[in-house]
């Protein structure tokens, strides 16, 4: 009964996954706050659902746009699924500021094979999926993906090899900035 309810890809399906993510969510927020409630809790509770809700929709628009998933929602299913083992990870680090940078940097990478400016893609990808490392280290290996993208997708040029270095460099310098904006200090070379 599941698998053909899912076996479609209809609108309602799509809401009734949002319906389940959000349903998970606000049943682990309920558990984490604490009494008394202030605004700052409630303004990071919804900040973290909207990013959540966010990352499944840019999921959700890969996969449709990008023709990886035809005709059924399995993907989206398979999100919800895995996001209820990170949940309660979410309300405990910054890992959902990581995986909305991920899925930018992955739609990033993915347009790549269409695009017309491969080098704006590579820099947009490798800068997206750098960021999002910095919130959650284990997607730095991610950056492999833009490699291998790049030597099957598009012809070789020496600059589409040049340009990853010079995105790593301009997440380096914007985090000192802000760092030293905000915090007056600089950077140690462990935090990247």
């Known amino acids: 009964m599941i698998a053909i309810f899912f076996k479609q890809s209809k609108?309602?399906?799509f809401v009734i996954l949002v319906a389940l993510l959000s349903f998970l969510f606000f049943i682990e927020a309920f558990q984490v706050i604490t009494l008394p409630i202030n605004w700052a809790t409630i303004g990071i509770i919804?900040?973290?659902y909207i990013l959540l809700i966010g990352c499944y929709i840019l999921f959700d628009y890969t996969l449709k746009h990008f023709e990886i998933q035809k005709a059924h929602s399995f993907g989206g299913l398979f999100f919800v699924l895995f996001s209820s083992f990170i949940i309660p990870e979410i309300f405990n680090s910054?890992?959902?500021y990581g995986f909305i940078l991920f899925f930018i940097g992955l739609l990033r990478l993915l347009n790549l094979i269409k695009s017309g400016r491969p080098t704006l893609a590579i820099f947009e990808a490798v800068f997206?999926?750098?960021l999002a490392s910095l919130f959650y280290h284990p997607l730095?290996?991610?950056?492999?993906?833009v490699l291998i993208v790049t030597l099957v997708f598009v012809n070789p040029h020496?600059?589409?090899f040049v340009v990853p270095v010079f995105a790593i460099s301009a997440v380096i310098?914007?985090?000192q900035m802000f760092n030293i904006l905000w915090h007056d200090k600089?950077?140690?070379?462990?935090f990247f």
Not at 140 to 145: A, C, G, N, P, S
């Open 46 to 48: 919804v900040i973290k």
């Open 94 to 96: 910054y890992i959902i």
């Open 186 to 190: 600089l950077l140690h070379a462990e």
């Open 158 to 160: 020496w600059r589409y």
């Open 11 to 13: 609108p309602i399906v």
């Open 173 to 175: 310098i914007l985090s």
């Open 128 to 130: 997206f999926l750098f």
């Open 140 to 145: 730095l290996f991610v950056l492999l993906m």
